[in-house]
């Protein structure tokens, strides 16, 4: 194996499972081999000889793994930004969505745009989250709502993959809303979902998960776990949005299928902590929606620590509960809002974000055999990361070695 690239004069952050703290190397190395594999990262002093082709002074810069944004709903038309002014004037989000909005609104745009349109309407979104040294991004559908407006949805999102140096996964969320045509048929909806949608996401190889709205205003824990069923019928990995609104135990029933994350979490008891601990769940936390529909209850995070549940942090880019682009401010909102550490902020969109997505064994930490994908910071020190508001301190961003 011949080293390719190599990165000294480093600091590192390798976010390393066991080592204390974020894994920090002072004078580090990050050598990565041709096929864009980390061949080793770690003291400069002790790494192997490795002939380079091209060796990149970091000048005391930090290098901390590509960043990961574990839930998006970054692919959609129009925008809501009326429906935020309703909010101003003293309208809920519940009630806009009751009123025949909120999700609705943009299904309605989604399926009247070609998957051209969305994802041209998407590669802004997505370029402001690479700036900042994104390297993987999850995507939802769930704007579509038929068949052909969800794989139109999915489609646009794997693009976004092909049109930019970034690792596009997606999760399909055809249970996130009642579209018009079923209303006062709520099952026959998830039965199309199970029946139709499901069988051809798969077949099309078109999601590796599956997601479900649990909630008052979305669907019951019984239709959800119909949904679970026909995704491991078809050998599809689960998550859900849970407890964002009021507790339905949607946390417990998504570890009951072993689910690789619970998100939002705000409304989550210490019985469906319990669960996804034992199941291995990642409480994805969403600091952007809870900022941004002025929520007051806090996610259990005394409890999640506690009980040892994983947690990641991501942004919920979508037009209707948190419009954001920045990863590096969702760090800052984990700490200011639910008071996380810089060490839960910085692998919450590392590690964690890696292990939400159950990828943990190729991204998301600086270490050999994983993929080379890497931030490099203009920064003295890591909390830096956290806590800056609307500054970009990123040098260089590295994807598989390049
Ligand atoms: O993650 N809660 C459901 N889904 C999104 C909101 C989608 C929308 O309002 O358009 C969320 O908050
Ligand atoms: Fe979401």
């Not at 080793?40 to 944004?69: F, K, M, N, Q, S």
């Not at 769930?142 to 999102?157: N, P, S, V």
């Not at 029933?253 to 989550?268: M, N, Q, T």
Request: charged share 20%; glycine share 10%; hydrophobic share 45%.
């Amino acid at each position: 194996m011949h080293g390719q690239r190599i990165w000294t004069n480093a600091r590192l952050a390798t976010l390393t499972l066991g080592l204390s703290g974020l894994g920090e190397i002072d004078h580090g190395l990050i050598a990565c081999d041709a096929d864009g594999a980390i061949l080793y990262a770690g003291p400069e002093a002790e790494a192997p000889t490795l002939p380079a082709a091209e060796v990149i002074d970091c000048e005391g810069r930090w290098i901390t793994p590509g960043l990961i944004d574990p839930h998006t709903h970054l692919v959609y038309a129009g925008d809501r930004a009326h429906e935020f002014e309703l909010r101003l004037a003293g309208a809920s989000y519940e009630a806009i969505a009751r009123a025949g909005g909120g999700i609705l609104s943009t299904v309605t745009a989604t399926r009247a745009a070609t998957q051209e349109q969305l994802t041209a309407a998407a590669l802004p979104r997505l370029d402001a989250l690479i700036a900042e040294g994104v390297t993987t991004v999850e995507i939802k559908s769930g704007y579509g709502l038929t068949l052909a407006d969800e794989l139109k949805q999915l489609r646009a999102a794997r693009a976004l993959g092909e049109a930019r140096d970034v690792d596009v996964v997606l999760s399909f969320l055809g249970a996130h809303a009642l579209p018009p045509e079923y209303v006062g048929d709520a099952d026959g909806y998830i039965a199309s979902v199970c029946e139709q949608m499901i069988p051809a996401v798969a077949a099309e190889g078109l999601a590796g998960a599956v997601d479900v709205f649990c909630e008052g205003i979305g669907f019951t824990p019984a239709q959800t776990r119909r949904v679970f069923e026909a995704a491991r019928g078809h050998g599809l990995q689960v998550k859900l949005h849970a407890e964002q609104l009021s507790n339905q135990n949607g946390a417990a029933l998504a570890a009951e299928f072993c689910a690789l994350s619970a998100d939002h979490l705000e409304h989550l008891d210490e019985a469906g902590v319990a669960a996804m601990a034992l199941a291995g769940t990642v409480a994805v936390l969403l600091p952007g929606a809870y900022y941004f529909v002025r929520e007051t209850q806090l996610p259990p995070i005394a409890l999640l620590r506690a009980h040892g549940v994983p947690i990641a942090l991501a942004t919920d880019c979508n037009p209707g509960t948190s419009p954001l682009t920045s990863l590096l401010l969702t760090m800052n909102m984990g700490a200011t809002l639910f008071r996380l550490t810089v060490e839960e902020c910085l692998a919450g969109v590392t590690r964690e974000a890696a292990r939400a997505l159950g990828r943990l064994d190729q991204i998301g930490t600086l270490e050999a055999g994983k993929r080379c994908d890497l931030a490099i910071w203009e920064i003295e020190r890591p909390a830096e990361l956290v806590y800056r508001m609307g500054f970009n301190p990123l040098h260089t961003r590295v994807r598989g070695g390049r």
